[in-house]
């Protein structure tokens, strides 16, 4: 069982990302999958869930900002993230719900 992250980057208030999560060893479409963030010197911060049924749910910090989705087809989980703001600066994970499988993480910096 394997999540690996990628898309991040670095860019300018206001910019966007989209950040991938590539599934291997189970089938995404059958768990809820979430993304966390956690900046430098602080803890783990929920961003988004997905929901087997399709649901999702935001943070309110980035509600209107960000965008979950999934490929079923891919095994792939995405956020898409715009109007970025030097707050959003923090390694992006993705992780599984319920289990402690999560990915190494891919690092977002805004700065101008």
């Known amino acids: 069982v394997q999540l690996v992250e990628s898309g991040g980057g670095m860019v300018q208030p206001g910019g966007s990302l989209r950040l991938s999560c590539a599934a291997s060893g189970f089938t995404i479409g059958t768990y809820g999958m979430k993304w966390v963030r956690q900046a430098p010197g602080k803890g783990p911060d929920w961003v988004s869930t997905?929901?087997?049924?399709?649901?999702?749910y935001y943070a309110d910090s980035v509600k209107g900002r960000f965008t979950i989705s999934r490929d079923n087809a891919k095994n792939t989980v995405y956020l898409q993230i715009n109007n970025l703001k030097p707050e959003d600066t923090a390694l992006y994970y993705c992780?599984?719900?319920?289990?402690?499988?999560r990915g190494q993480g891919t690092q977002v910096t805004v700065s101008s």
């Open positions: 992780a599984r719900l319920g289990s402690p499988v």
């Open positions: 997905v929901l087997r049924s399709g649901a999702t």
